[in-house]
């Protein structure tokens, strides 16, 4: 029975997603259809273009055409798999964010585990210390965490341990006379992953380490942990056994329902790093005006944003089969 509700679930899930992600590939396309600012005087510049060029070059990218069959046509695009063809680099946008998504997700996904990871130590930390020297240091970090802007931290990041103490680089993902297999390549690839995941990353440590005490700090006042303690449990069996798996599910779901924005934030990590990845991509089209790679990006994330919700709801049923689905 519990099987065919989740089942029952995972169909209707799907079938809302299609309908929602038509409605964002129109959301999209009309919301940077009627952005200020026009793609053919910025792939002009400042040259002197008689008006028949000028023309000729709008009618090449079917700007000259009414909205509205410009919108029926690039949904008629998106359904067959192409997001249309890049004003600037001149090459399919579909091309374009695969060759840049490989380095965009080894950061997003090192920052997401880095995140998680220290993020639950030290919300698990901070609620075992509850009310002591400890648990308001790691407050302390959360307030940080919340107030810092990341491309703020991001350039002070570079400041110190880039230019100050040359620890790290500054910009870029590798160096072209750097190993890139075995032992060495990886570590070389962790040198330039280091700063920018970090930076990436900070946010969301606070974020999930504030989530986690919270729910074990909760979670240990339960009657059912009182009694694991009366029965002479350990301490720290009762916290990271019986308190942290019963706390499991709202972090899941901030992790989870956190990670387009990782993915959206990247985008100012990867300018201020140089990093190679879209989000440096869709900074540069946003300057150049450059309107399909802009609406490709940006329904890749939503995309991201929907997958990893669904994910999100799944791992949650995993983590308590208590949870019902309607």
Same mark, same amino acid.
């Given at each position: 029975m519990?099987?065919?509700?989740?089942?029952?679930?995972?169909?209707?899930?799907?079938?809302?997603a299609? #309908?929602?992600?038509?409605?964002?590939?129109?959301?999209n396309?009309?919301?940077i259809?009627?952005?200020?600012?026009?793609? !053919?005087?910025?792939?002009?510049?400042?040259?002197?273009?008689?008006?028949?060029?000028?023309?000729? !070059?709008?009618? *090449?990218f079917?700007?000259?055409?009414?909205?509205?069959?410009?919108?029926?046509?690039? %949904?008629?695009?998106?359904?067959?798999?192409?997001?249309?063809?890049?004003?600037?680099?001149?090459? #399919?946008?579909?091309d374009?964010?695969?060759?840049?998504?490989?380095?965009?997700l080894?950061?997003?996904?090192?920052?997401?585990?880095?995140?998680?990871?220290v993020?639950?130590?030290?919300?698990?930390?901070? @609620?075992r210390?509850?009310g002591?020297?400890?648990?308001?240091a790691?407050?302390?970090f %959360?307030?940080?965490?919340d107030?810092? /802007? *990341?491309?703020?931290?991001?350039?002070?990041l570079?400041?110190?341990?880039a230019?100050?103490?040359?620890?790290?680089?500054?910009?870029?993902a590798?160096?072209?006379?750097?190993?890139?297999?075995?032992?060495?390549?990886?570590?070389?690839?962790a040198?330039y992953?280091?700063?920018?995941?970090?930076?990436?990353?900070f946010?969301?440590?606070?974020?999930?380490?504030r989530?986690?005490?919270?729910?074990?700090?909760?979670?240990?006042?339960?009657?059912?942990?009182?009694?694991?303690r @009366?029965?002479?449990?350990?301490?720290?069996?009762?916290?990271?056994v019986?308190?942290?798996?019963?706390?499991?599910? /709202?972090v899941?779901?901030?992790?989870? $329902?956190?990670?387009?924005f990782?993915?959206?934030?990247?985008a100012?990590?990867?300018?201020?790093?140089?990093?190679?990845?879209?989000?440096?991509l869709?900074?540069t089209?946003?300057?150049?005006?450059?309107?399909?790679v802009?609406i490709?990006?940006?329904?890749? !994330?939503?995309?991201?944003?929907i %997958? @990893?919700?669904?994910?999100?709801d799944?791992? $949650?049923?995993?983590?308590? #089969?208590?949870i019902?689905?309607?």
């Amino acid at each position: 029975m519990k099987s065919a509700s989740f089942a029952a679930f995972t169909i209707r899930r799907v079938f809302l997603a299609i #309908p929602l992600l038509l409605l964002v590939v129109v959301f999209n396309f009309t919301l940077i259809q009627f952005a200020p600012g026009d793609p !053919i005087n910025v792939l002009i510049g400042d040259y002197p273009a008689p008006p028949e060029y000028i023309e000729e !070059i709008r009618r *090449e990218f079917g700007l000259d055409r009414p909205f509205l069959e410009r919108l029926v046509i690039y %949904v008629g695009q998106v359904l067959q798999g192409n997001l249309g063809f890049s004003f600037t680099n001149r090459q #399919p946008v579909l091309d374009l964010v695969l060759d840049r998504l490989g380095a965009t997700l080894k950061l997003t996904l090192t920052a997401l585990v880095l995140a998680s990871v220290v993020g639950v130590v030290l919300g698990a930390i901070a @609620a075992r210390n509850h009310g002591n020297r400890t648990d308001g240091a790691i407050q302390g970090f %959360v307030v940080a965490g919340d107030s810092i /802007p *990341e491309f703020w931290l991001g350039q002070f990041l570079i400041l110190v341990f880039a230019v100050g103490l040359g620890w790290f680089p500054s910009q870029g993902a590798g160096s072209l006379r750097a190993p890139t297999e075995g032992l060495a390549g990886l570590l070389s690839q962790a040198h330039y992953l280091t700063l920018p995941a970090f930076a990436l990353s900070f946010r969301y440590i606070a974020l999930i380490s504030r989530m986690t005490r919270t729910s074990l700090i909760e979670v240990i006042s339960s009657d059912y942990i009182l009694a694991a303690r @009366a029965r002479g449990a350990r301490e720290r069996t009762v916290l990271y056994v019986h308190a942290l798996r019963n706390a499991a599910a /709202p972090v899941v779901t901030v992790i989870g $329902y956190n990670l387009g924005f990782v993915l959206a934030g990247a985008a100012l990590i990867e300018t201020v790093f140089g990093w190679p990845g879209i989000g440096r991509l869709l900074y540069t089209s946003i300057a150049a005006r450059d309107y399909p790679v802009m609406i490709g990006i940006l329904l890749l !994330i939503s995309c991201t944003v929907i %997958v @990893a919700n669904f994910v999100t709801d799944i791992v $949650y049923r995993l983590i308590d #089969p208590r949870i019902q689905y309607r």
